[in-house]
């Protein structure tokens, strides 16, 4: 039986430059679908997955995730003297347990390889996960949860994975594929951002990892890969061959709430999910399709 994952990672240092000027003073993690903040869809699918440490690896000017994951006493008690209950048990709720998140920061934007290697001291000799705030994905199953089920049964490394267009696969870290069942895939080589002419496969890294604590010594190596940065994937390379290494074919849509258009598309796709909104959603948006 594999060691249980407690601690999930969230690299949230990030700049946000794509979202100028939304993000000149705001974290892009803090920015909302619907009415919810990127970050707190990434916790809440790692504490729906039976996570119970929060490491951030935050940067400079992101202290409103700190704040946003705090007891705000003077919201509270307005929202008590007003009766205004809904939004009482709305930040009631969201309230982690004492003690179980905690902050490191990433002096320097030096990729995300780097930033994973930032926690290495809060996650200590365990299996961990790492969530992408900015990979939004909508399913019945939390997609860590589904990755979670995979590591109880093979062990090793898992990511999430999916089928991308050949052009795209520059964006992403894409698998070298030794076997696949159409849902899982053993993993024989990792390339970061590869051009579509070389790239080993069209399957694709989507931000969901269940980790070995081991790709943090290849991550101390500092080894600077794709972009000039420190890249997870070239780390987790390494570890192939001493450990297994499998790609999921999650269940649910993965949105890119990193691109304008992604994001836009996850506030309408949440939005009309909701029981509360999706109705009104619907009839709003339709004039602009007929
Ligand atoms: C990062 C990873 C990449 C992965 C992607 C998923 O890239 O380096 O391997 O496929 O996230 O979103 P980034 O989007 O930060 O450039």
Known sequence: MPQKVRTAVFPVGGLG????????????EMLPVVDKPLI??????????????FIFVTGRGKAAIEDHFDFSFELDAMLQARD???????VREMMMPPGSISYVRQQEPMGLGHAVWCAKALVGDEPFAVLLPDDLV??????LKQLLEVYEETGGNVVAVMDV?????????ILDVESDDGRLASVKGLVEKPKPEVAP????????????????????????????????????ARTIGAHPFHGL???????????????????VAFAL???????????????YFT
């Open 40 to 53: 707190q869809y990434a916790v809440e699918e790692a504490r729906a997955a039976g996570i119970e440490r």
């Open 84 to 90: 205004k209950l809904d939004g009482l048990q709305i």
């Open 138 to 143: 909508q399913s019945n199953t939390p997609c």
């Open 249 to 267: 074919r999650f269940e649910g849509k993965r949105f890119d709430c990193g691109d304008k258009v992604g994001f836009m598309e996850a506030n």
């Open 165 to 173: 267009p050949r052009e795209h696969t520059q964006r992403y870290g």
């Open 201 to 236: 496969s069209t399957l694709s890294i989507i931000g969901r990892y269940v980790l070995l604590p081991q790709v943090m010594d290849f991550l101390a190596e500092k080894v600077v890969g794709a972009g000039g940065e420190i890249q997870l994937t070239d780390a987790m």
């Open 17 to 28: 430059t794509r979202f100028l000027p939304a993000t000149k003073a705001m974290p892009k």
């Open 273 to 287: 999910a909701r029981p509360d909104l999706g109705a009104d959603m619907r009839s709003a948006l339709l004039p």
